[in-house]
């Protein structure tokens, strides 16, 4: 069984989208089913996912489009077409889907895709966790952080997780909510908290120039906005 992690499954077709989205569900996913590209950007808003599942063929922006647009902000794509040709594959993995699956499918080969594509993700994490950002330096499992200077930033739990779940989704809106989990284990379990922990945050990054680092979207959350290496 799966562990909880989110999929969103994009299909114009609703039977399609709704098969998909029960047999995951069964498998232990938290799954949500939309129909189009405008539905999947407003969801990813306030709802962080960490593969979607999207067809290729559908009217307005299509998938090829969306994952090309989406995939530098760090979101994973597993791509689904009835264009099995060899071509449409290799343009698919070439705008950024960690994998390709041509229509129509065993669910139970979809479901061994999408335990793949989490589980080699899950193994990059654990190879080392250090950022890099405008010469800065955030060592996850040392819980310490360096500007480009070489100082270190004393930073709390709080502030570390706050710090660590925006990095790691860096570009992309992260909604008070997902913060709030992050920082649940520091014992700041409501939301005036985030955007304490944000604030503080903000006070002592800005001493070495980083104060531009955390965006503020009103009304959503938070974004990261320098561009993030992995080291």
Partial sequence: MATGQNIIVVDDDGSVRDAIGDYLATHGYRVRTL???????????????????LDVMMPGESGIELC???????????????????????????????D???????PRELLARVNAVLRRDALVAEAGRVYEFR???????????????????????????????????????????????ATRGDGEAF??????????????????????????VRGEGYRFVPRVRRL
């Fill in 135 to 181: 010469g800065w330096r955030y060592d996850v499992d040392g819980a310490r952080v360096h500007t480009a200077a070489g100082d270190e930033v004393v930073l709390t739990r709080g502030e570390l997780a706050v710090l660590r779940s925006l990095v790691e989704r860096q570009g992309r809106v992260v909604p008070r909510g997902a913060l709030l989990e």
């Fill in 35 to 53: 129909a189009d590209g405008g539905a999947l950007r407003a969801a990813l808003a306030e709802w962080p996912a960490d593969l979607v599942i």
């Fill in 191 to 216: 939301e005036r908290a985030v955007d304490l922990a944000v604030s503080r945050l903000r006070r002592k990054l800005a001493p070495h120039g980083g104060d531009d680092m955390l965006e503020t």
């Fill in 100 to 106: 390709y699956l041509p229509k129509p499918f065993d």
């Fill in 68 to 98: 090309r647009r989406l995939s530098p902000t760090g979101q994973k794509f597993l791509m689904l077409s009835a264009l099995g040709d060899t071509m449409d594959r290799v343009v698919g993995l070439e705008v950024g889907a960690a």
